[in-house]
C-alpha cells in the first residue's frame, strides 16, 4: 500500500508516494541527503546554487547505477559461464560412470 513521504532537503520540504518498505526509504533519503551535503560543499569556491547540488547528486547517483549495472552484467556472465562448466563435468561424469 502507498503511503506519503515527506522529507526536508536543502531547506526545501519534499514529498512523494511509495510503497516501499519505510527502511528503504530511509535508506535512501539518507543517501540523497548525503550526497547532497558532500556535493554542496564539495569546493572551496563557496556556496554551489541548489540546482547544481541536485545535478550533482544526481550524476553521482546514476554513477553508482551504472556501476552496479555492469558489475550486474559481469557476474551473471560469469555465473552462466561457471554454470555451462560444471553441467559438462557433471555430463563427463555420468558418461564415464555408465
Known amino acids: 500500500m502507498e503511503r ?3 522529507f526536508e532537503l536543502i531547506g ?3 514529498a512523494f508516494y511509495t510503497a516501499a518498505p519505510e527502511e528503504e526509504v530511509d535508506e ?11 556535493n554542496s560543499t564539495s569546493t ?3 556556496s554551489i546554487p541548489v540546482g547544481k547540488v541536485a545535478v550533482l547528486a ?3 547517483i546514476a ?3 551504472v556501476e552496479l549495472k555492469r558489475d550486474f552484467a559481469n557476474y551473471k ?4 559461464t561457471r554454470i555451462l562448466k560444471l553441467g559438462e563435468q ?3 561424469e555420468i558418461m564415464t560412470h555408465e
Open 63 to 65: 554513477s553508482r547505477y
Open 12 to 14: 526545501q520540504q519534499f
Open 4 to 6: 506519503l513521504v515527506k
Open 90 to 92: 557433471i555430463g563427463k
Open 28 to 38: 535512501i533519503i539518507s543517501m540523497v541527503t548525503e550526497l547532497v551535503q558532500q
Open 58 to 60: 544526481s550524476l553521482n
Open 77 to 80: 556472465q560469469e555465473t552462466e
Open 44 to 46: 572551496a569556491s563557496g
